[in-house]
């Protein structure tokens, strides 16, 4: 770039040259003309040169509780920024400067100091006086921290009319660095921010379930009403972003409340989470009764198997034939629904045997081994019994079941018979809160089964849980209408946008979702006023 511009310069000299030489123009004017540009140019490799290194410093640059972790000339330092603001009063005028410079002299006399200090110019977004904070990386980002509170404090009681406000850096902040940092005396910070913290903005509501923490300077404790959960939760975010620790404290409060709460742990993550619940897996496994439902239940189980197996209609139909009369029969056995749809189903023409006999070859290879075992009407629980059975803290290891066609289908017929149950008893004694993992294997935009009974459920006493870290494969409604999301780490740009359409964010907050680490999310609960960027804490 640069060379470029001074490649300008003979081309300039050699224009007027040629003006002179054909009397066109005066030497004296040749001069002053030269000397303009001379300096125009000057400037304008100045400004090259200083959007360059704040380019370089932008790359590197990550915060976190506001502070920055930068990298200039191939040395790290942790950075903060505050303004200093004086505090009005009514005691006639006070000498800000004086005040603020004897708070600057006795820190720095103090010799166990790690980080350095410096007063510059703020220039974006609105000009001011900051104060910076900075040391070199080689203490950990604990101590930086510590030594930034204390220092604040301290400059805070020795200047009592200045306060002190974190920086809040928008995309276009340009903060001078003191020249000691190196040789680089602008920093900016684009679009490579960590968050963009709106500390004293966040009004924390009461809670009754704690979750972690603010992150930003005050760290203040923060979590969700017990209430709320009625209205659903999402939790999403990519794999190992902390979505299933998370989850287990909500539950884990609720237990203690009272709640009854289900786990539908498609992965198997929950019994070194919860130790304490009821764990139903391989050795233990709940076996279910899909018969004695009225003919409504019926289609939906016929739609639910039919999602599952990928059904096209004319073999649903048949299915629900088989259904019908098994239901008739009062028994469900994998071989008596073979046997009834075998005798009972026509194949007089191609088309008919067609049908049939890839249905029936779905349905062996689903129902027979371990998904014989899984479904039954002898010994199977009907989803009343099985609404009964669910009291206090259980989990429902899905992850024995290695067919994943099978283990989806059992997890939606559990889901489909405590959604029943609690419509059918119109549950209102007990509270109910099902976690269901991998959600978008239950909530698809496919199959409306399970969204209709979401709608059903509104008056009575459940809330689900809904974690996914493909929100993008989750029906968009069902999203919409949970009141509490927690957002982890989404990688993906899909994902990211799906969140931040359904929770209207703004651009910087976007960039926000993919740079969160393991435990940190954006919190969204109608006891805060705006969303909130909070640590959990681990599950104990
Ligand atoms: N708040 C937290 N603080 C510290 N560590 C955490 C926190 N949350 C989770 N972890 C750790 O991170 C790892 C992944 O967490 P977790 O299993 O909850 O993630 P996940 O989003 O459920 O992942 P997956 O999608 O693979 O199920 C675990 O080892 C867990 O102990
Ligand atoms: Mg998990």
Redesign the pocket.
Same mark, same amino acid.
């Given at each position: 770039m640069n060379q470029k511009y001074l490649a300008f310069v003979p081309f300039i000299i050699g224009v007027y040259l040629l003006l002179i030489s054909l009397h066109l123009i005066k030497y004296n004017n040749f001069i002053i003309f030269i000397t303009i540009i001379f300096i125009a140019l000057l400037i304008l490799i100045y400004k090259l040169n200083l959007n360059n290194r704040i380019e370089k410093i932008m790359l590197k640059s990550v915060i976190t509780n506001s502070i920055y972790e930068i990298e200039i000339d191939n040395q790290k330092y942790y950075f903060i920024g505050f303004r200093i603001i004086g505090k009005e009063n009514n005691e006639g005028k006070i000498d800000y400067n004086s005040e603020l410079q004897l708070a600057i002299d006795t820190i720095r006399r103090n010799k166990e100091r790690h980080l350095k200090i410096a007063i510059v110019t703020l220039l974006d977004p609105s000009p001011g006086s900051a104060i910076i904070f900075y040391a070199k990386k080689d203490n950990d980002y604990e101590s930086f921290r510590n030594e930034t509170i204390l220092t604040k404090n301290m400059i805070e009681s020795i200047a009592p009319h200045i306060t002190l406000e974190p920086v809040e850096l928008k995309t276009d902040t340009v903060f001078p660095i003191p020249k000691l940092l190196g040789s680089v005396s602008y920093g900016g910070y684009v679009g490579q921010m960590k968050y963009d913290i709106k500390a004293n903005r966040v009004v924390i509501g009461e809670y009754d379930i704690e979750l /972690?923490n603010i992150i930003d300077a005050t760290e203040l404790p923060v979590g969700i009403r017990s209430n709320d959960v009625f209205r659903h939760i999402g939790i999403f975010?990519?794999? /190992?972003?902390?979505?299933?620790?998370?989850?287990?404290i909500i539950a884990d409060e609720l237990y203690k409340k009272g709640f009854d709460v289900i786990i539908l742990d498609w992965?198997g993550?929950y019994k070194n989470?919860l130790p304490k619940f009821n764990l139903y897996n391989n050795k233990n496994y709940l076996v279910l009764n899909p018969i004695n439902m009225d003919d409504l239940t019926t289609m939906d189980i016929t739609e639910l198997i039919g999602d599952v197996l990928e059904l096209t209609e004319p073999q649903k139909f048949i299915l629900y034939l088989g259904l019908e009369a098994l239901n008739q029969m009062k028994e469900f056995s994998f071989k008596s629904l073979l046997q009834i749809i075998s005798a009972n189903i026509p194949d007089n023409t191609y088309m008919q045997r067609d049908i049939k006999f890839a249905l029936i070859r779905k349905i062996i290879m689903i129902f027979s081994g371990l998904g014989e075992k899984l479904f039954s009407s002898e010994s199977g629980y009907t989803y009343l019994d099985l609404g009964e059975k669910l009291r206090g803290g259980n989990i429902i290891d899905l992850s024995f079941i290695r067919n994943i066609k099978l283990r989806k289908l059992y997890g939606l017929m559990i889901l489909k018979f405590l959604l029943e149950y609690v419509i059918e008893t119109k549950n209102r004694d007990r509270k109910i809160f099902i976690i269901i993992?991998e959600a978008q294997n239950y909530f698809s935009q496919v199959n409306t089964v399970i969204n209709r009974a979401l709608q059903e459920i509104r008056k009575f006493n459940v809330g689900l849980c809904i974690?996914s870290?493909s929100p993008s494969n989750v029906d968009q409604e069902v999203i919409k209408n949970t009141s509490i999301k927690i957002i982890?780490s989404i990688k993906s740009n899909v994902d990211k946008k799906v969140i931040a359409d359904s929770i209207s964010l703004e651009k910087e907050e976007i960039q926000i979702l993919d740079k969160l680490d393991?435990?940190?999310a954006l919190l969204v609960a109608p006891n805060l006023r705006k969303e909130t960027l909070i640590?959990?804490?681990?599950?104990a």
């Open positions: /972690g975010g990519s794999t /190992g972003s902390g979505k299933s620790n998370t989850a287990a992965h993550e989470l993992e974690i870290q982890h393991v435990g940190e640590k959990v804490k681990k599950v």
